[in-house]
């Protein structure tokens, strides 16, 4: 157990809604990392946030939006979904703001889009 | 500029038998490498990590990285495959404050 913790597990929705999905760190880590993974794309990197503030930033769409809160728990907000946002959805966190600490993994979020 | 290449898709192994998985990378500076592990419907977790101290670094679960500059290769190997090893591994490259780069991931099969 990684201490990450995100929910749902599991979400299926339709085409065109909106959905929330959410990590909370490991206790202390003031970092959040978003990722996508999915068959065709990997391991995609979307986003990062260091205690409240925007980090980092990589392939997220526009139609993609997060933010981490003052008690470091963060959202990531997919709206208007397409088919293709089908994928696991994993949070990291870890302790400060650079990449070359170890990143701590939840056990991600199952999206399906029908 | 940073990338970060697996060389092979899936890697094939039997039981008892030495484990090598290969990652070559590209980085403009010196950069810390990661390797991590991912099992069936579980999140990542780290294998082992190279941040400019011994270029041979040992991980959990028996495994170990050279870090080989001339060769910009960060090879992960285990002496002897055990079934739990069967999972999808990553490597991974970053510097500073750039994002992370993740390999495509290599799946490792391991055949009693």
């Known amino acids: 157990d990684s201490g990450v913790t995100q929910t749902p597990k599991h979400l299926i929705t339709a085409t065109g809604q909106r959905v929330t999905l959410r990590c909370s760190p490991r206790s202390g880590d003031l970092s959040v990392y978003w990722y996508q993974q999915s068959l065709d794309q990997g391991l995609q990197f979307l986003i990062q946030?260091?205690?409240?503030?925007?980090?980092a930033k990589g392939n997220i769409l526009e139609r993609f939006s997060a933010q981490q809160f003052p008690d470091l728990h963060s959202e990531l907000n997919l709206s208007s979904l397409e088919l293709g946002d089908s994928a696991l959805y994993f949070c990291?966190?870890?302790?400060?703001?650079?990449?070359?600490?170890?990143?701590?993994f939840g056990p991600g979020t199952r999206l399906t889009v029908l | 500029a940073q990338s970060v290449t697996q060389l092979d898709s899936h890697v094939s192994v039997s039981e008892g038998t030495p484990v090598l998985l290969r990652c070559n990378y590209s980085?403009?500076?010196?950069?810390?490498l990661f390797w991590y592990v991912q099992h069936p419907n579980k999140g990542l977790q780290l294998l082992l990590k190279?941040?400019?101290?011994?270029?041979l670094v040992k991980g959990i679960n028996g495994f170990e990285a050279e870090f080989k500059k001339s060769e910009t290769s960060f090879h992960l190997t285990k002496p002897s495959a055990h079934m739990s090893d069967a999972a999808e591994y990553f490597c991974?490259?970053?510097?500073?404050?750039?994002?992370?780069?993740f390999g495509r991931g290599t799946s490792l099969i391991v055949h009693p």
């Open positions: 190279y941040t400019s101290a011994a270029t």
């Open positions: 991974v490259v970053s510097f500073g404050s750039y994002i992370p780069t």
């Open positions: 990291a966190s870890s302790a400060l703001g650079e990449t070359y600490n170890e990143q701590f």
């Open positions: 946030y260091y205690n409240g503030e925007e980090r």
């Open positions: 980085s403009s500076y010196s950069p810390s």
